[in-house]
Every structure is written in structure tokens, then in C-alpha cells.
């Protein structure tokens, strides 16, 4: 493909069901990143992957989120138990070693 | 947690002027990037510049570094409405593998026609 895919780009979810939201990377790309962003706010790390390496999920919220990521393929961030505070635009990367990150469009998550 | 820092905040300038954005973090660096973001979706990657260079340029865009200061600059010239975005420094810690993309909180930058 010619870029990272986010599905879907938009989710509107009842408060305590579970969403699953999906990243494409580009091929070939070893890094993969989540990441949230409220409403005017910066981007707020959830978790990164490296290759094979354990990710480093140092910015997961709660154990309500979880991701996960088979080799250097597609990545889902799962959010269980929806909260009103989980709502915001959750932005998926990938980039090759130690260079710049490419960004998909986003998942806009609203939890009514 | 945030690593980097902008400043201003908030930037509004008229068309043809020039904008500076500053950004400060506080660990040891790999390199640091600048991106630009539209709409509150997609970030779009501007330059990277790595912690043993000074000074770097593309098109209208100039960013420099000072790693004994912990501190960077992104100068946009003879700025155009179409700037107008959220701009964002990010960086890479230095050392192991770890390449953890740690984002500052941006600046809001409005290019008046």
C-alpha cells in the first residue's frame, strides 16, 4: 500500500463496549506506534513496537487497552469497557529503524 | 509524558512573514523531528535533524539544534495561509534500542492572508 491505513476512521461506541481498531503499516517498516490525541491536545504515547522485540507499552492508560502486532505486520489497539473518557482520535505510525514516522489518518472514537 | 516542549503555544502572523517555533526537551537525544499536522488527524513529518548536526534546511524550512541547551528551532519563511497547522516536535532518546517517539504538545500556528 501506499501509506499506513487506520480502520475505522470513525467509531461511535455505547459506554462499556469493547472497540477494536486496526493499523496497516507500510511494508517493510519495523517500528509501529498508537498514539491518542484529545481534542487540542498533543499526542499522547500508548505503545511502541520494534521488530520482534517486547513493546513498550509505558503509555497504555489503564488494562483496559491492550495492543498487539504480529511481526511486522497489521496492528488492532483494543479498548475494553469503553469510558466517555476514551473518546479522541487514536493515530497509528510506522517508520523504519531510526527514521521518520509515517502516520495513518486516524480512528476518530467518540463513547456516548 | 511529554518530552518536548513548543513554544509559543499559539503563533499568528501575516502572509509573507516568518514564523519561529521553539521546542526544548530534557534527555539525551538521537534526533529530533519536526511534523506538521492538518485538521487533527494525520501528522505529516516535516525534517529530522540528528544530535550531531547544527543546522539543517528544506524549501522555506529551517531547523536548528543546540543539544548543550536541549533545544531546537523550526523557521518557516515568507510564510503562506496554506502554513496554517499544528506544528509538533518529537525525539528519539539516545542509546539501546529503543526508539520511543515522544511527541511535544505543539504550536498552533494561523497564517492570516
Known amino acids: 500500500g501506499a501509506g499506513v491505513s487506520q480502520s475505522p476512521s470513525n467509531k461511535v461506541t455505547e459506554k462499556g463496549k469493547d472497540v477494536e481498531l486496526r493499523c496497516d503499516p507500510i511494508?517493510?517498516?519495523?517500528?509501529l506506534y498508537w498514539y491518542r490525541q484529545r481534542l487540542g491536545q498533543g499526542l499522547e504515547f500508548l505503545i511502541y513496537f520494534q521488530g520482534n522485540s517486547a513493546p513498550d507499552k509505558s503509555g497504555l492508560p489503564s488494562d483496559r487497552f491492550s495492543a498487539e502486532r504480529t511481526g511486522e505486520s497489521v496492528s488492532t489497539l483494543t479498548i475494553q469497557r469503553t469510558q466517555q473518557e476514551d473518546s479522541a482520535v487514536y493515530l497509528c505510525?510506522?517508520?523504519?529503524?531510526?527514521?521518520?514516522?509515517?502516520f495513518g489518518q486516524g480512528t476518530r472514537l467518540t463513547v456516548v | 509524558s511529554q518530552q518536548g516542549e513548543e513554544d509559543p503555544q499559539a503563533l499568528s502572523i501575516q502572509e509573507g512573514e516568518n514564523a519561529t517555533m521553539n521546542c526544548s526537551y530534557k534527555t539525551s537525544i538521537n534526533n529530533l523531528q519536526w511534523y506538521r499536522q492538518n485538521s487533527g488527524r494525520g501528522l505529516v513529518h516535516l525534517i529530522l535533524i540528528r544530535s550531531n548536526e547544527r543546522e539543517k534546511h528544506s524549501g522555506r524550512l529551517r531547523v536548528t539544534l543546540d543539544t548543550s541547551k536541549k533545544s531546537s528551532s523550526l523557521l518557516i519563511t515568507a510564510s503562506r495561509a496554506a502554513d496554517t497547522a499544528s506544528y509538533f516536535c518529537a525525539t528519539v532518546d539516545s542509546g539501546g534500542s529503543n526508539y520511543k517517539l515522544t511527541f511535544g504538545k505543539g504550536t498552533l500556528l494561523t497564517v492570516n492572508p
Open positions: 511494508s517493510g517498516h519495523t517500528a
Open positions: 505510525a510506522s517508520s523504519p529503524y531510526y527514521n521518520e514516522a509515517f
